[in-house]
């Protein structure tokens, strides 16, 4: 486990570890549903960001494999089931990792493009 | 998670991803047309949105981390599924694969049992022996008390040092119940289970004394083997610090080992027993009247064998001159040290048997091979399939897997057969190998063999199928999918491939083929050499003579002579007589070597009745056999064979001229005896050494005062000559054995020709089974070419059609076939020739009669090979000569 684990770090593309991010940001504020996840990160980036299904849902079941987040099925308001995914106490470590690593980035091409 | 908790969830989990895409698109949904959005064009835009879901779930399952068994498993049911497609296909690539890797199981049984034997001894790889011997080490002495008592204080390479004896004679556990069981009783020394670091089962064992491995607290004790125990003693617990009596003599129990343990590892089958050997200052002498003992010692860790040789080289030069007798001191001039497991198997089983396991390595290849050459036809066939699933995205890795797990599934299944036959065959043969090879086949199986099969498995699997599978995947997809028929561009390349792994076949094919006929012409030779006897009707039985009882009686006069006269009354007996050993018995031989008029003459001796002569026909060369004349008061006569008279003789050409020789005394004081006689007698060991000289005494003229041998201590083979069956006389025998003496019942019953038989021992046992190897690689070789030149027909059709076509005669057609098969034969042949010739070396030490590179041999196997193959070539000629014009160009 712990290989592929390393494999799975060293294939991470900017995109990809941001995404599996700002998931786990999205989870912070509580446990949602897929679709919900989906929606919230297009609300919340002003319709910017449109994840697709066939990277959401790989993203999410490959953390919930590495235990960041966890995963039940349960109703919904609208009495409908679904899978609904919180963080865990590992996944909130590792978003603060993903965090310093985000901003100590940002920084970097900050600084090289204000050069 | 385990693998089977992973199989059985995986069906849920999949559903479950199924139910959260949906809820998914459903959610999606309400919430556009919550929005006011028409339902087709919601159920549009969703759809557009989410993409391609059957690739996304795909992808998402991938991330599950374990699709891998998910597709394993998928190849597997695949598999099956083409192997129920094509029965026919996969029953032959089974069976042959099944007959290359059941006998490769077979043969590697064998050889784990007899050479990779795990020893019932703690760290049993530290045990070494240590004899002393002259220059030929082959002779070696065992060691004196006293040279091994120096050996133990000086050496340094040994944790300890043990010794062991056998008993004197024959032992018997005796009193009791009236019967007397034979078992296999040992002297030893206390420290000895202590140093093969065994305990046992029950009782204390014996405890040694510090600081002499001589002395011991516990005397008169024995320690009894588990099935000593359970045989005499019906395994009751109580027997610890019972008496029991072993040969007359009573000892105290004072354990019992646990099952299996044995000392020295010889699978004596009724077991042993131990008893301390008690030694005194009458022990510490040198002299002809010595017990020589066969030490054991424990190397200590780190030392290697070579340095313990060395320091125990340099100790011997200190022993050695105790000795003032320069023939005794040459006799024991080094030392050697051995791993004890080393000297179980001799020299010439251990070469033999590791021969037949590279003849059973070759037969395993071959049908590799076959089943390469199969799996190759068949990827031709299935070159659209791959193609198809290649159009349809599957990448070049997926397919090789597929492939190769359809070659492990095939493979898989040849395996469960062919660890069936291997098994059937270690027990038809198991019970003639047991005897030669004195192993115990009862347990078949263990991890050892499991092992290899699981290796032969896969690597079968992996020869075979690699390549054919690699060049399945690399074919280009295009033209495989245009073209859709059979006839394709790689064919030919394909072919010659194909044809080059026939010519190997054959060339291997030959190899066992020229081993097998080497045997069998020795086997022939071995059959027909003139015995000089007679073997017919005679009944032997190899006497188990309590020697205790017959100490300081006259055994001739108390047991034989009335034994003799009661079997000699039995219905059926024409004739009963003694001898020491009967030709080729094996059992046990007498050598002396004793001056005779100022000249030293080796000859082996024979103890034996007047009537073995006529019971076996031995045919006189000159003067007369012993007769009723001849008795204890009479003047000692000695009958020799030719060997004898060819050696000492006066004239060495006239056999006449050594009678009236006088070779012995046998007794101190007595006049010499006379040559009276000289006996043909051809073949007394083996059939294939020429006889030894040999000096044949009648029994009766040897008396307890007889200083040349004591008849009492030594085993004697009863022959008798019957009109019956022998089968229907061995049980009466066996009565009138046990009514002379309880413990003559358990004497070992023959008849003559089956000891000649048996005599031809390792090389019948090799021969055998080098049939079996080169017969089936025979029919593997043909099917193989058959195999080929039918395809190789099928596919030319059109080519053929169009050659009759354009005026081509029929017999062109199947000469065109026949000389694709001659040309695979002649280089099979070839090359097969030369590997024949590089590996009859191996066989030199069990050919008789025959040149281990005989040239007739060679041509006759090579020329059945050749026969055979163009036989298979044969049938697809044929089919080639037939082809209808029309049909084949109309086909396409």
């Known amino acids: 486990m712990k290989k592929e684990k390393e494999t799975y770090q060293n294939r991470i593309e900017l995109l990809q570890g941001t995404l599996d991010m700002l998931i786990l940001q999205t989870l912070q504020w509580g446990a949602q549903h897929g679709y919900g996840i989906s929606q919230a990160l297009r609300s919340r980036s002003s319709e910017v960001l449109q994840v697709e299904t066939g990277s959401l849902y790989p993203a999410l079941h490959r953390m919930e494999r590495y235990k960041w987040i966890a995963a039940d099925w349960r109703k919904t308001e609208q009495n409908q089931r679904a899978r609904y995914y919180r963080i865990t106490a590992e996944g909130r470590r590792q978003l603060a990792s993903e965090r310093t690593r985000w901003s100590g980035m940002v920084e970097a091409i900050a600084s090289i493009l204000e050069a | 998670m385990s693998l089977w908790r992973r199989i059985f969830r995986m069906d849920a989990r999949k559903s479950d991803l199924d139910d959260e895409m949906e809820t998914h698109r459903r959610m999606a949904m309400a919430d556009r047309v919550a929005?006011?959005?028409?339902?087709?064009?919601?159920?549009?835009?969703?759809?557009?949105?989410?993409?391609?879901?059957?690739?996304?779930?795909?992808?998402?399952?991938?991330?599950?981390?374990?699709?891998?068994?998910?597709?394993l498993l998928q190849d597997v049911r695949y598999a099956l599924r083409q192997m129920k497609r094509s029965r026919g296909f996969a029953a032959t690539v089974i069976g042959t694969l099944a007959l290359g890797i059941g006998a490769a199981t077979a043969m590697f049984t064998v050889v784990d049992h007899v050479l990779l034997r795990q020893l019932p001894y703690k760290d049993a790889e530290q045990l070494v022996v240590m004899s002393e011997h002259g220059n030929?080490?082959?002779?070696?002495?065992?060691?004196?008390?006293?040279?091994?008592?120096?050996?133990?204080?000086?050496?340094?390479?040994?944790?300890?040092?043990?010794?062991?004896?056998?008993?004197e004679g024959r032992s018997y556990v005796t009193g009791g119940t009236g019967s007397a069981l034979q078992i296999n009783g040992l002297q030893v020394s206390p420290n000895l289970f202590a140093l093969l670091g065994a305990k046992p089962a029950l009782g204390p064992g014996f405890i040694a004394e510090p600081p002499g491995f001589g002395a011991v607290k516990n005397t008169g004790s024995i320690v009894l083997s588990h099935t000593v125990w359970e045989t005499a003693f019906a395994g009751n617990k109580g027997i610890i610090g019972s008496k029991i009596r072993i040969n007359d003599t009573p000892y105290t129990v004072v354990g019992v080992m646990p099952t299996g343990f044995q000392f020295p590892y010889d699978n004596y089958p009724a077991g042993q027993v131990w008893v301390v050997q008690q030694l005194s200052d009458s022990d510490k002498k040198l002299g002809y009247d010595e017990s020589f003992y066969s030490v054991i010692g424990r190397l200590r860790s780190g030392v290697t064998l070579k340095a313990a040789q060395a320091e125990m080289a340099t100790i011997q030069e200190q022993v050695i001159q105790r000795y003032t007798d320069p023939q005794w001191r040459a006799d024991r001039i080094d030392v050697s040290v051995q791993r004890y497991g080393n000297t179980l198997v001799n020299a010439d089983i251990r070469k033999a048997l590791l021969a037949l396991l590279a003849a059973a390595g070759v037969l395993w290849l071959i049908a590799s091979v076959n089943v390469t050459n199969l799996l190759?036809?068949?990827?031709?066939?299935?070159?659209?399939?791959?193609?198809?699933?290649?159009?349809?995205?599957?990448?070049?890795?997926?397919?090789l897997q597929q492939m190769m797990v359809e070659g492990l599934v095939l493979s898989g299944c040849a395996s469960v057969l062919g660890i069936a036959l291997a098994l059937v065959a270690v027990r038809v043969t198991g019970s003639v190998a047991s005897t030669r090879l004195n192993v115990d086949f009862s347990t078949h199986l263990n991890g050892t063999i499991l092992g290899a099969l699981c290796g032969l498995t896969l690597v079968s699997a992996l020869l075979s199928c690699t390549w054919p599978a690699w060049l399945a995947v690399r074919a280009p997809i295009e033209p495989a999918l245009k073209q859709g028929g059979q006839q394709t561009g790689a064919g030919r390349r394909h072919n010659r491939m194909r044809s080059g792994l026939v010519a190997v076949e054959v060339a291997m094919s030959l190899t066992l083929l020229v081993a097998c006929g080497l045997l069998l012409r020795t086997i022939y030779t071995l059959r027909h050499v003139p015995l000089g006897y007679r073997t017919d009707h005679i009944v032997v039985a190899n006497l188990s003579i309590p020697t205790y009882r017959y100490t300081d009686?006259?055994?001739a006069t108390t047991l034989y002579q009335p034994l003799l006269e009661r079997v000699q009354h039995l219905h059926g007996v024409q004739m009963a007589g003694m001898m020491s050993e009967v030709p080729l018995g094996q059992t046990f031989n007498i050598m002396l070597t004793l001056s005779m008029n100022g000249r030293m003459v080796a000859a082996g001796l024979k103890p034996v009745t007047p009537q073995i002569q006529r019971i076996f026909g031995f045919p006189m060369i000159a003067g007369r056999f012993f007769d009723d004349q001849d008795t204890p008061t009479s003047e000692p006569v000695l009958v020799v064979n030719p060997a004898f008279s060819r050696e000492y003789a006066p004239d060495k050409h006239d056999p006449q001229s050594i009678l009236g020789t006088e070779v012995w005394s046998l007794k101190k004081g007595a006049p010499k005896a006379r040559v009276i006689g000289v006996m043909d007698d051809q073949r007394q060991r083996t059939i294939d050494s020429p006889s030894q000289p040999e000096v044949e005494v009648c029994l009766c003229q040897l008396t307890t005062s007889t200083n040349l041998y004591q008849p009492s201590t030594i085993a004697m083979d009863l022959a008798v000559r019957t009109r019956m069956?022998?089968?229907?006389?061995?049980?009466e025998i066996r009565a009138a054995l046990k009514q002379a003496s309880p413990e003559l019942a358990n004497s070992t019953f023959s008849t003559m020709d089956q000891i000649v038989e048996d005599s031809y021992g390792s090389q019948r046992l090799a021969?055998?089974?080098?049939?079996?190897?080169?017969?089936?690689?025979?029919?593997?070789?043909?099917?193989?070419?058959?195999?080929?030149?039918?395809?190789?027909?099928?596919?030319?059709?059109?080519?053929?059609?169009?050659?009759?076509?354009?005026?081509?005669?029929?017999?062109?057609?199947?000469?065109?076939?026949?000389?694709?098969?001659?040309?695979?034969?002649?280089?099979?042949?070839?090359?097969?020739?030369?590997?024949?010739?590089?590996?009859?070396?191996?066989?030199?030490?069990?050919?008789?009669?025959v040149q281990a590179h005989d040239g007739w041999t060679m041509a006759s196997a090579a020329l059945l090979l050749f026969l055979c193959g163009m036989l298979a070539a044969y049938v697809p000629a044929r089919r080639a000569a037939r082809v209808n014009p029309m049909e084949a160009l109309r086909s396409e």
């Not at chain 2, 835009?45 to 998910?70: F, K, P, S």
């Not at chain 2, 080490?137 to 056998?166: C, I, K, T, V, Y």
């Not at chain 2, 000389?819 to 010739?837: C, E, N, P, S, Y």
């Open chain 2, 35 to 71: 929005r006011g959005e028409p339902e087709d064009a919601a159920r549009a835009a969703v759809e557009h949105e989410m993409g391609n879901l059957a690739l996304a779930r795909d992808v998402t399952r991938e991330a599950w981390g374990w699709v891998w068994l998910e597709w």
């Open chain 2, 136 to 167: 030929d080490p082959r002779f070696n002495n065992g060691a004196s008390w006293l040279d091994l008592a120096q050996w133990r204080a000086a050496s340094h390479s040994f944790e300890d040092l043990a010794f062991w004896n056998g008993m």
């Open chain 2, 376 to 399: 190759l036809a068949r990827s031709t066939a299935r070159q659209r399939e791959i193609a198809m699933r290649g159009a349809l995205g599957a990448s070049r890795g997926r397919v």
């Open chain 2, 553 to 555: 009686k006259n055994v």
């Open chain 2, 725 to 731: 069956p022998t089968s229907e006389m061995i049980p």
């Open chain 2, 767 to 849: 021969a055998h089974l080098l049939e079996i190897f080169g017969g089936s690689a025979l029919l593997l070789c043909v099917a193989g070419l058959y195999g080929l030149l039918a395809y190789v027909v099928s596919q030319r059709t059109r080519e053929l059609g169009v050659r009759i076509a354009l005026g081509a005669q029929r017999s062109d057609l199947s000469r065109l076939v026949l000389r694709q098969a001659g040309t695979m034969l002649l280089i099979g042949v070839a090359v097969g020739t030369g590997l024949a010739w590089a590996s009859a070396r191996l066989l030199r030490g069990f050919l008789y009669g």
